[in-house]
């Protein structure tokens, strides 16, 4: 398993964009699967793979994670 065991917040960036994802504040609610399961994949590791989706749509996504477990910031 990776992270979401140690309880370690984990990072992943494309070029536009650095996603963060605390284990801590999950609810493992699924939204982010449902909403966007190209991006968000359990079966995958790393189970967050940005290069599936343009930038918009990761932040569109994330601004729908009830729990505040996903956030990020601009690299540019
Ligand atoms: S939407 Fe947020 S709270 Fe729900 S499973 Fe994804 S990261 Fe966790």
Known sequence: ??????????????????????????????VCIKTLPKVYDLNKRPWINLENANSDEIKSQIGKCPSGALSFDDLN
């Open 1 to 30: 398993m990776d992270g979401r065991k140690l309880n370690v917040m984990k990072e992943y960036s494309n070029s536009e964009i650095k996603v963060k994802w605390d284990p801590k504040l999950c609810q493992h609610s699924g």
